[in-house]
T-cell receptor, first 116, second 112 residues
Framework: GESVGLHLPTLSVQEGDNSIINCAYSNSASDYFIWYKQESGKGPQFIIDIRSNMDKRQGQRVTVLLNKTVKHLSLQIAATQPGDSAVYFCAEPKAIFGGATNKLIFGTGTLLAVQP | NAGVTQTPKFRVLKTGQSMTLLCAQDMNHEYMYWYRQDPGMGLRLIHYSVGEGTTAKGEVPDGYNVSRLKKQNFLLGLESAAPSQTSVYFC???????????FGPGTRLTVL
């Protein structure tokens, strides 16, 4: 079936290094992706999104790259800080119930651990 | 602008008790959602609303009821709590269909 998933369950980086979190998807018709950050005991927090008409989008210290050819997207975090430690999910809205609403399909998640 | 807020943050219930979880958003969003998050299960949609006065069942609606009397509020009720409803509940809202969903901080519910 269709899915949005992540390659690596955990990623450990040194403070100040750049982090790259990967995500694969299976539906070539997917046209919108969202990255969320979830800290322990908190709700998913929107980071950045990208639509399929773009290959790259930048935010504050974050960049999302979309490769539609291989159905892969990545989240790059520059100069990773201890506050970046969290689980990161890529997500895709999927129409359900005949398009009456969308359900967010989340990947398994990658735990980013920033070492001081 | 507080975004999406949820009350309470934590709650412990005994089997058979009832309770209401409150979600509020100040972004004037039309769509609101209730999810539950369980280990290894991801987020599952319980109920949703496409506007004030409307509600609809999601993927796992049994045992829950909802109401959207005001555009900014979405209430999730458990009439007779069961241990299987032990979970973390998240509310979310979006401007419209297919738009980014913004989440509240969650309610951690334990049913004994």
């Amino acid at each position: 079936g269709e899915s949005v998933g992540l390659h690596l369950p955990t990623l450990s980086v040194q403070e100040g290094d750049n982090s790259i979190i990967n995500c694969a998807y299976s539906n070539s018709a997917s046209d919108y992706f969202i990255w969320y950050k979830q800290e322990s005991g908190k709700g998913p927090q929107f980071i950045i999104d990208i639509r399929s008409n773009m290959d790259k989008r930048q935010g504050q210290r974050v960049t999302v790259l979309l490769n539609k050819t291989v159905k892969h997207l990545s989240l790059q975090i520059a100069a990773t800080q201890p506050g970046d430690s969290a689980v990161y999910f890529c997500a895709e809205p999927k129409a359900i119930f005949g398009g009456a609403t969308n359900k967010l399909i989340f990947g398994t998640g990658t735990l980013l651990a920033v070492q001081p | 602008n507080a975004g999406v807020t949820q009350t309470p943050k934590f709650r412990v219930l005994k089997t058979g008790q009832s309770m209401t979880l409150l979600c509020a958003q100040d972004m004037n969003h039309e769509y609101m959602y209730w999810y539950r998050q369980d280990p290894g299960m991801g987020l599952r949609l319980i109920h949703y609303s496409v506007g004030e006065g409307t509600t609809a069942k999601g993927e796992v609606p049994d045992g829950y009821n909802v109401s959207r009397l005001k555009k900014q509020n979405f209430l999730l009720g458990l009439e007779s709590a069961a241990p299987s409803q032990t979970s973390v509940y998240f509310c979310a809202s979006s401007i419209g269909l297919g738009d980014t969903q913004y989440f509240g901080p969650g309610t951690r519910l334990t049913v004994l």
